[in-house]
């Protein structure tokens, strides 16, 4: 912020070039690991846009009388949601530091 407002910069235009992008930077990390937590600790992901899962894989596994199947297609959904966040986000990540 000295270093802006030392160049002239007003508060605000020193807040959206200067310090706005270094913190996003720095909390990009922190809400990409919170976010896929979120995931994978709970079974909403409908905001994704997919049911909830495992009351799909209940009725499934009631339906077809295969208790083991359904589960481990849910899990194969889950591991697939949460290792492309995760890659598509240490992409963003990794963009971020080129500018370092």
Partial sequence: MEAARS?????RMAMRYVIYP????NI????????????KESSIVS?????????NADT???ITFRPF???????IIYFI???SLS?????????LKLSD
Avoid at 7 to 11: D, T
């Fill in 28 to 39: 990009l990390p922190a809400l990409v690991n919170e976010f896929i937590v979120v995931i």
């Fill in 81 to 83: 949601l949460t290792t």
């Fill in 60 to 62: 499934i596994r009631g």
């Fill in 47 to 55: 905001i994704i846009g997919i049911h909830e899962l495992m009351y």
């Fill in 22 to 25: 270094q913190a996003f930077k």
């Fill in 87 to 95: 890659k598509l986000l240490g992409k963003l990540e990794g963009r």
């Fill in 69 to 75: 199947e359904p589960l481990i297609i849910t899990a």
């Fill in 7 to 11: 160049l002239g910069m007003p508060y």
